[in-house]
């Protein structure tokens, strides 16, 4: 009879966390990659609209400064070393392109008001924007959607293509320490203390968005009651949780597509 093989101690087992870097480019190179990385997971997820959409990256030691995709690149094909650097003001201080002035004044927004916050992520995916149109909260139907409960925001104004900093001023200050907004008529946008985190959250929040609609569509759904949401939302909604959740997307990427490193 074949013996039973002893179980492998826990700490020799492989579980990933975020790297530490000491060296500034080191985690300058790391926070491009996984913003490249990020976009090239949303073009296949469907989230390009036009030009329309942005992830940014603040710069590890420049102040006020925020890694983006550069304008008018399709997100499948932009790669690390062709990403832009633009200061608070919107101006290009590194790189060849342009960058989208509408959609930056709200990430620049954003990022002064969270210094907490390394990524800020937007884009004009379909389910978020239905929800947007609504102008709802994504609401504890399921066990994902406890991760955003009483931790996003509604932005309850429309006025335009955003070109006002006044404008972003006030995106940011609806966001507050949340992890989340929905903008109304406009679409969704998170932010985490990672690229990794942020788009995450990005994603999980467009699912949600979906499910939420379907559920609807189809009936009436069941609310996840608020001790159970609020449990369920500590246990799932840290940035370090939506790291873990992102790896495997990560890797799929970065494997599939070694270019982007580039």
Same mark, same amino acid.
């Given at each position: 009879?074949? !013996?039973?093989? !002893? +179980? &492998? +101690?826990?700490?020799? =087992?492989r579980f990933d966390l975020p790297p530490v870097h000491?060296? +500034?480019? !080191? !985690?300058?190179? #790391?926070?491009?990659?996984? =913003?490249a990385g990020a976009l090239r997971l949303f073009a296949r997820f469907g989230f390009e609209e036009g030009v329309s959409g942005h992830v940014t990256a603040r710069d590890p030691e420049l102040p006020d400064c925020y890694w983006v995709n550069p304008f008018g690149v399709p997100f499948a094909h932009v790669t690390a070393g062709e990403l832009i650097l633009v200061n608070g003001e919107g101006q290009v201080v590194r790189g060849g392109h342009h960058v989208n002035q509408a959609a930056f004044t709200v990430h620049a927004a954003? #990022?002064?008001?969270r210094p907490d916050a390394v990524a800020v992520v937007h884009t004009h995916s379909t389910y978020g924007r239905a929800l947007a149109a609504l102008g709802e909260f994504v609401e504890p139907y399921t066990q994902e959607a406890c991760a955003f409960f009483e931790d996003h925001a509604v932005y309850d104004a429309y006025t335009g293509v955003i070109v006002d900093a006044e404008e972003g001023r006030r995106i940011a200050a609806a966001l507050g320490s949340c992890k989340a907004v929905v903008l109304r008529n406009h679409g969704l946008l998170t932010v985490g203390d990672s690229v990794d985190a942020a788009a995450w959250w990005f994603l999980s929040m467009e699912r949600c968005a979906e499910v939420q609609l379907a559920a609807r569509a189809a009936g009436k759904p069941v =609310? &996840?009651?608020?001790?159970?949401?609020?449990?369920?939302r500590d246990q799932l909604g840290s940035d370090l949780v939506a790291w873990i959740n992102y790896?495997? =997307?990560?890797?799929?990427i970065s494997r599939a597509e070694p270019e982007l490193l580039s």
């Amino acid at each position: 009879m074949t !013996e039973m093989p !002893e +179980p &492998i +101690p826990v700490d020799q =087992l492989r579980f990933d966390l975020p790297p530490v870097h000491d060296d +500034p480019a !080191e !985690e300058r190179q #790391h926070r491009k990659e996984r =913003l490249a990385g990020a976009l090239r997971l949303f073009a296949r997820f469907g989230f390009e609209e036009g030009v329309s959409g942005h992830v940014t990256a603040r710069d590890p030691e420049l102040p006020d400064c925020y890694w983006v995709n550069p304008f008018g690149v399709p997100f499948a094909h932009v790669t690390a070393g062709e990403l832009i650097l633009v200061n608070g003001e919107g101006q290009v201080v590194r790189g060849g392109h342009h960058v989208n002035q509408a959609a930056f004044t709200v990430h620049a927004a954003v #990022h002064r008001a969270r210094p907490d916050a390394v990524a800020v992520v937007h884009t004009h995916s379909t389910y978020g924007r239905a929800l947007a149109a609504l102008g709802e909260f994504v609401e504890p139907y399921t066990q994902e959607a406890c991760a955003f409960f009483e931790d996003h925001a509604v932005y309850d104004a429309y006025t335009g293509v955003i070109v006002d900093a006044e404008e972003g001023r006030r995106i940011a200050a609806a966001l507050g320490s949340c992890k989340a907004v929905v903008l109304r008529n406009h679409g969704l946008l998170t932010v985490g203390d990672s690229v990794d985190a942020a788009a995450w959250w990005f994603l999980s929040m467009e699912r949600c968005a979906e499910v939420q609609l379907a559920a609807r569509a189809a009936g009436k759904p069941v =609310l &996840i009651d608020r001790r159970d949401a609020v449990a369920t939302r500590d246990q799932l909604g840290s940035d370090l949780v939506a790291w873990i959740n992102y790896q495997p =997307l990560w890797r799929r990427i970065s494997r599939a597509e070694p270019e982007l490193l580039s």
